[in-house]
């Protein structure tokens, strides 16, 4: 099975910067598509960015130009920078991977515990 595990969140002040680093350990055949979510007080969960194992990357509308999505297949590791943070960025951030534990499984997902993202004006 897939486990993950960030790090890197923390409390910043607005304008500043943070990376979250989320690495894939466990027994399993590959590691697809990797990705952060976020959860903020009362809301859903949101999608922020993915990226594919080959390095294709999507983001939401609000943390492009702002948030970049990154991987190293080699570390089974997916990477999150953020930089010009704000306080709706406020949340726990998720790592999401789509896994396949043997070579005759289907894909799985697979979350994160979550780490905090705490921005303040």
């Known amino acids: 099975q897939v486990q993950l595990v960030e790090s890197g969140g923390g409390l910043v002040q607005a304008g500043g910067s943070l990376r979250l680093s989320c690495a894939a350990s466990?027994?399993?055949?590959?590691?697809?598509?990797m990705g952060w979510y976020r959860q903020a007080p009362g809301k859903q969960r949101e999608l922020v960015a993915t990226?594919?194992?080959?390095?294709?990357?999507s983001s939401a509308d609000s943390v492009k130009g702002r948030f970049t999505i990154s991987r190293d297949n080699a570390k089974n590791t997916v990477y999150l920078q953020m930089n010009s943070l704000k306080p709706e960025d406020t949340a726990v951030y998720y790592c999401?991977?789509?896994?396949?534990?043997?070579?005759?499984?289907?894909?799985?997902?697979?979350w994160g515990q979550g780490t905090q993202v705490t921005v303040s004006s």
């Open positions: 999401n991977a789509r896994g396949v534990p043997t070579r005759y499984s289907s894909e799985y997902n697979y």
């Open positions: 466990g027994r399993f055949f590959s590691i697809n598509a």
């Open positions: 990226i594919s194992s080959g390095g294709i990357t």
